[in-house]
């Protein structure tokens, strides 16, 4: 969901395509190396794809990996905003 139409006030807006498999998304604690929202992606779903960022006060990254058990994703990535405030 795109930042406009939410009350989250940080956003990750990944612009891109997937080319195969499953990757995901995550906002990952690094602190505590916890996943706190994530989000699976697939070929059929175009780009941006956004991810809220949650409020807290420790450090936080963004983390991609493969969601899928059925072998390799690719995905590829134009660019990362995050976009905060109203």
């Given at each position: 969901?795109?930042?406009?139409?939410?009350?989250?006030?940080?956003?990750?807006?990944?612009r891109?395509?997937?080319?195969?498999?499953?990757?995901?998304?995550?906002?990952?604690?690094?602190?505590?190396?916890?996943?706190?929202?994530?989000?699976?992606?697939?070929?059929?779903?175009?780009?941006?794809?956004?991810?809220?960022?949650?409020?807290t006060?420790?450090?936080v990254?963004?983390?991609?990996?493969?969601?899928?058990?059925?072998?390799?994703?690719?995905?590829?990535?134009?660019?990362?905003?995050?976009?905060?405030?109203?």
């Amino acid at each position: 969901m795109p930042p406009g139409r939410s009350r989250v006030d940080r956003w990750v807006e990944l612009r891109g395509a997937v080319r195969a498999g499953v990757p995901g998304m995550c906002i990952l604690d690094v602190k505590d190396d916890l996943c706190l929202i994530r989000r699976q992606l697939a070929v059929s779903m175009p780009g941006p794809y956004y991810l809220p960022i949650p409020a807290t006060r420790d450090p936080v990254a963004l983390y991609i990996d493969n969601e899928g058990s059925a072998g390799p994703a690719s995905l590829v990535i134009r660019s990362v905003v995050i976009v905060a405030g109203r």
